[in-house]
């Protein structure tokens, strides 16, 4: 007697952690049913709908033999600890079956395409009005780094954004800046205004004394050049920290 297919509904698949059907896992992904193919989700019903693996998945194009290409996601997710790990570029990509050069460039380029997406908006603002404006552009630009790093947005006196740059390098901790290199900004990018970020690989954005105490020397070489220090933004995990808004500017 032939065998009568089951009538239990299946599961639907949550929005952050969307997968297809454990019988779907066995198939490559053509033969899914439509509504559980990646690319035909994301085109009827827009990126927030697919998974980090599955948004992974269409830039593959395809998996391995016997792993499909949201499977190989998950994989490069878990083998790099984070999102946001996996996105510091190629050096951070960690090795997995079936993403070789040509994936892995593809990732990388799309990667690189979205963090000058941010950095061409912000130079497109007629002015910089808050520090959420630029939250986005700075994460993308520090939060996978495994050390410290002191950046620099340079401003005009409209507070419009004419340049980035990583002005000091520093251990897994710490991480230092020599007056005179922010001051060779300044003048390079001819400055009138800047905003200094710095990262905390541990993942608190909380800044400590020392944070502070760079910040104030900061400040002091500044006011030499009449260039004013708008704020020093801290990234860790989450919502990065605003200095000036937790009054730790001197002001």
Do not use: Y
């Not at 922010?182 to 905003?195: D, P, S, W």
């Amino acid at each position: 007697m032939p065998r009568q297919p089951s009538t239990e509904p299946r599961p639907k698949p949550r929005a952050r952690d969307a997968a297809p059907s454990e019988a779907a896992w066995s198939n490559p992904i053509p033969a899914w049913p439509l509504r559980e193919r990646p690319r035909e989700r994301l085109l009827a019903q827009g990126p927030a709908a697919l998974s980090d693996a599955e948004l992974l998945a269409v830039l593959l194009g395809n998996g391995s033999r016997g792993v499909d290409a949201v499977a190989t996601g998950r994989a490069l997710l878990s083998g790099a600890g984070s999102l946001s790990r996996l996105l510091g570029g190629v050096a951070e990509l960690p090795p997995v079956p079936g993403v070789g050069p040509v994936k892995r460039a593809r990732l990388v380029a799309a990667i690189e395409l979205a963090r000058r997406s941010l950095e061409e908006g912000l130079e497109a603002l007629p002015c910089i009005t808050s520090v959420e404006e630029c939250f986005a552009f700075l994460k993308a630009k520090l939060c996978h780094l495994e050390h410290e790093v002191v950046g620099c947005l340079f401003l005009d006196a409209r507070q419009q954004v004419t340049g980035f740059e990583i002005l000091g390098h520093g251990t897994i901790n710490e991480a230092t800046l020599h007056p005179r290199e922010l001051i060779r900004g300044c003048l390079r990018h001819h400055a009138v205004n800047v905003i200094l970020v710095h990262n905390h690989p541990s993942g608190d954005p909380n800044p400590s004394p020392d944070d502070q105490s760079m910040t104030l020397t900061m400040k002091d070489a500044l006011e030499l050049l009449n260039v004013k220090l708008l704020d020093h933004i801290v990234v860790g995990s989450g919502v990065p920290m605003s200095m000036a808004a937790l009054r730790m500017l001197g002001d």
